[in-house]
Nanobody, 125 residues
Framework: EVQLVESGGGLVQSGGSLTLSCVAS????????MTWVRHAPERRQEWISG????????RYAESVRGRFTVSRDNTKNTVYLHLNDLKPEDTAMYYC??????????????????WGQGTQVTVSS
């Protein structure tokens, strides 16, 4: 059974930092790209970052580029999202997602496979 378990969210002041973790199990983690999306109430789901299976290729949405960093440790079956210089508009539920395909960093919903349960990030002004 594929499982993705996120953690690391919380309440932080504007300008602060958090590191989100997503621990994967039930599949060959090192063979699949992973992605992060976020969803805030009354806002569209937003793809924010993705990483290739070996970690050598990373992608970012313009809204987070330069502030967020994605990484992974295949020895720990874990993907990370480091959030820096947080802003109130970053408040959302953050989800990690496994790619359907081994060769594609998922950026569109039809490329998403399994989702975690999400971790809430709240940024106060």
């Amino acid at each position: 059974e594929v499982q993705l378990v996120e953690s690391g969210g919380g309440l932080v002041q504007s300008g602060g930092s958090l590191t989100l973790s997503c621990v994967a199990s039930g599949f060959s983690f090192s063979e699949y790209p992973m992605t992060w999306v976020r969803h805030a109430p009354e806002r569209r789901q937003e793809w924010i970052s993705g990483i290739s299976s070996d970690g050598g290729d990373t992608r970012y949405a313009e809204s987070v580029r330069g502030r967020f960093t994605v990484s992974r440790d295949n020895t720990k079956n874990t993907v990370y999202l480091h959030l820096n210089d947080l802003k109130p508009e970053d408040t959302a539920m953050y989800y990690c997602i496994k790619s359907v395909l081994k060769a594609v960093i998922p950026q569109r919903s039809n490329e998403y496979d399994y989702w975690g349960q999400g971790t809430q990030v709240t940024v106060s002004s």
